[in-house]
């Protein structure tokens, strides 16, 4: 059976609060960006300042998603708004797993990135600022090993999305239980 989420809080409560809206959205759209600029970059040949301008701008934003992903989690356990489960039954289950799972592979591929940088060894700068030093050796055999999971955890993670999108569309259009609209307006 499926609950409305209007109906399990007030009106006033039944969207998540500002911030986590924003960190939902920027993660989304970080995510995307970096998936997009990686499959560019996979046309175009190597070593041509096109393809390594979009692969500075991959490590630079892959960055920017690794402390917008710690924000999010940490503003999630400490303040973010706590919703009542907008279904009941297989939907929450489903729902819970997709979360859960999302949070554990983009974890996982912030991990990846970074293994899969020093494993190339070279340089690892945010936007020309500053280098990301070298934590832990990796040996360059791994590298082809590391990037390959990288890019299988980054396709999963697209597919994922995407499901989690459908998922959303799905409650607007066909349930109307108000899911969506809980994550576009913090008012």
Known sequence: ?????????????????????????????????????????????????????????????????????????????????????????WLRVASTGMHGLLYALMAAQIVLGFLFRWAQGEPFAFFGLFDVPTLIPIDREQRHFIGGLHNTVAWTIIVLALLHALAGLFHHYFLRDGVLRRMLSGR
Not at 55 to 83: E, N, P
């Open 1 to 89: 059976m499926i609950q409305s989420s209007s109906a399990a809080a007030p009106a006033d409560l039944a969207h998540y609060d500002r911030a986590s809206i924003v960190f939902h959205w920027l993660t989304a759209v970080l995510v995307v960006g970096l998936f997009v600029l990686a499959e560019v970059w996979s046309f175009l040949p190597r070593g041509t300042s096109t393809r390594r301008l979009l692969q500075s701008l991959h490590i630079s934003f892959g960055l920017t998603f690794a402390a917008v992903f710690v924000l999010r989690a940490a503003w999630r356990l400490t303040a973010g708004r706590r919703l009542p489960p907008a279904a009941a039954g």
